[in-house]
């Protein structure tokens, strides 16, 4: 039983990391962009989500009403105004600004909130759990879990099933052609960015109800996310799902058999299956 929890515990570990991959999946499947910048901008939802509990006394899970739609409205601004004009046949200019935003962020934060660690409560809904088939699961660690499917569900909705899901599609596919039939490449990018940063805002309330967080966390959870999209397969999201179920169960695991295992026996799963199967486990593109 106490192995079997363990693995249940895993499970909805590979929730959270399935929100940190995501937006990078999403990235890398319609722009082709790989947004060093990612976890850093998970970081900063997370300070975003700190300063709307502590100015308007809400909760952390009512934060999300305004954390979104602020990193949504970022995103596109970002993507509209300075990574649109990197993108090319060269991805070192979007690699190299990624980075320097990465830099700047993590600086922006420590001036503004100090490098000391900071965490979200959200009360007995933290501890809280259900007897689920001799299994005491965490409330918080289901809700973020039916989060991630809620998320990659309806991702895929509106990418099978609207007219803008077809435009994502299409410029993926061909980006040429789809300016050809009148698709505005630029909005599309800055939409899918603007998705990806929806996304990461519900990782960063999660990650700051989860654990401590400070300005230096978001190259650990970058990699966490790069994993995720790796082992699951690159533009995949169900897929990204999969890869972080696979990262937090190695990571249980190893916990369960050494404290000082966790990290290492995710980084050694990451690594066997990227010699044997370098293009992930479910590879596909968005479309």
Known sequence: MEWLDTLAQGVLLGGLYALFAVGLSLMFGIMRLVNIAHGDFIVLASYLALVVVETLGIS??????????????????LQRNVLNRTLGSDILPPLLVTFGLSIILQNILLEFFSADSRKLSQGELEVASVAVGGLNLGVMPLMVFGSALLVIGGLQLLFYKTSLGRAFRATSDDQHTAQLMG?????????????AMAVVSIAGVFLALRTSFDPSVGPARLLYGFEAVIIGGLGSLWGTLAGGVILGVAQAIGARIDPGWQILAGHLVFLLILVFRPRGLFPRSVD
């Open 60 to 77: 952390p899970l009512a934060s999300l009403v305004l954390v979104v739609p602020l990193m949504f409205a970022l995103g596109y601004a």
């Open 183 to 195: 698709i505005d490449n630029r909005h599309i990018f800055g939409l899918a960015m603007a998705l």
